[in-house]
Nanobody, 123 residues
Framework: QVQLVESGGGLVQAGGSLRLSCAASGRTFSSYVIGWFRQAPGREREFVVTIGRNGGTTNYADSAVGRFTISRDNAKNTVYLQMINLKPEDTAVYYC????????????????WGQGTQVTVSS
């Protein structure tokens, strides 16, 4: 079992940057694939990116390619999401989740979730 806590969200102007963190508790963190999803008001939860257990494999949604970078530090039980050139359409609550396959892009494939962190991008 793993518990996840997101942080780093906030209000930023379009074109700005944020780095989100997903801190995990438990000694099995490195055995999980970690994904980031986001959910805007009135919309379904959307896949953003995943990272494999050792950080060597990543899978990005088209909307994230070239602007978002995921990384992990297993010694710190933390996954990071660096976001640059943010756009108003990136506004959402961002969630990290633990799963088993880096190629899983549906929320149902992830068994553990954090509480989310709000990202708001103003135009």
């Amino acid at each position: 079992q793993v518990q996840l806590v997101e942080s780093g969200g906030g209000l930023v102007q379009a074109g700005g940057s944020l780095r989100l963190s997903c801190a995990a508790s438990g000694r099995t963190f490195s055995s999980y694939v970690i994904g980031w999803f986001r959910q805007a008001p009135g919309r379904e939860r959307e896949f953003v990116v995943t990272i494999g257990r050792n950080g060597g494999t990543t899978n990005y949604a088209d909307s994230a390619v070239g602007r978002f970078t995921i990384s992990r530090d297993n010694a710190k039980n933390t996954v990071y999401l660096q976001m640059i050139n943010l756009k108003p359409e990136d506004t959402a609550v961002y969630y990290c989740a633990a799963g088993n396959s880096v190629f899983s892009m549906t929320s149902g494939a992830y068994g553990y979730w954090g509480q989310g962190t709000q990202v708001t991008v103003s135009s």
